[in-house]
C-alpha cells in the first residue's frame, strides 16, 4: 500500500500563498489517483481538488476554483497544491489521498473512494 507524506503548510496571512506537497513511496505513483481533503475543527473533512493518474483531468471544490491548483510529477511520484488568495476560512488540516481503482482520466470528489490517507499537515489563514 502506498504511503503519502504532505508537508508544506504553515502559518499566513490572508491573501498569501503556500504550496503543499504530498510525497508517496511503496506504490506505483502513476496508478494512483491523487486528491486534496480539508478538515476544518468540528466539521467534516470536505474535497478540494483531485487530479486523475495521467494528470489531464483536475477537479475542484467550488470553494476554491479559481484560488487553488493541483498538479502532479509522475517521476517525482509527488502531488502538489499551490493555494493562492488565502482566506481565514481555508485554515483546516489538509490530507493527501490516494485512488488506485479508478480509469486513467478520472478525478473522484468522493473521500470514500480513496483507501490511502497521509497524516495532514495544517494550514492557517489569519486575517
Known amino acids: 500500500q502506498v504511503q503519502l507524506v504532505e508537508s508544506g503548510g504553515g502559518l499566513v496571512q490572508a491573501g498569501g500563498s503556500l504550496r503543499l506537497s504530498c510525497t508517496t513511496s511503496?506504490?506505483?505513483?502513476?496508478?494512483?489517483?491523487m486528491g486534496w481533503f480539508r478538515q476544518a475543527p468540528g466539521k467534516e473533512r470536505e474535497f478540494v481538488a483531485a487530479?486523475?493518474?495521467?494528470?489531464?483531468?483536475?477537479k475542484y471544490a467550488d470553494s476554491v476554483k479559481g484560488r487553488f491548483t493541483i498538479s502532479r510529477d509522475n517521476p517525482k511520484t509527488t502531488v502538489y497544491l499551490q493555494m493562492n488568495s488565502l482566506k481565514p476560512e481555508d485554515t483546516a488540516v489538509y490530507y493527501c489521498?490516494?485512488?488506485?481503482?479508478?480509469?486513467?482520466?478520472?478525478?473522484?470528489?468522493?473521500?470514500?473512494?480513496?483507501?490511502?490517507w497521509g497524516k495532514g499537515t495544517q494550514v492557517t489563514v489569519s486575517s
Open positions: 489521498a490516494a485512488d488506485s481503482t479508478a480509469m486513467l482520466g478520472y478525478a473522484g470528489m468522493s473521500r470514500y473512494a480513496y483507501e490511502s
Open positions: 487530479i486523475s493518474r495521467n494528470g489531464l483531468t483536475t
Open positions: 511503496g506504490g506505483t505513483f502513476s496508478r494512483y489517483t
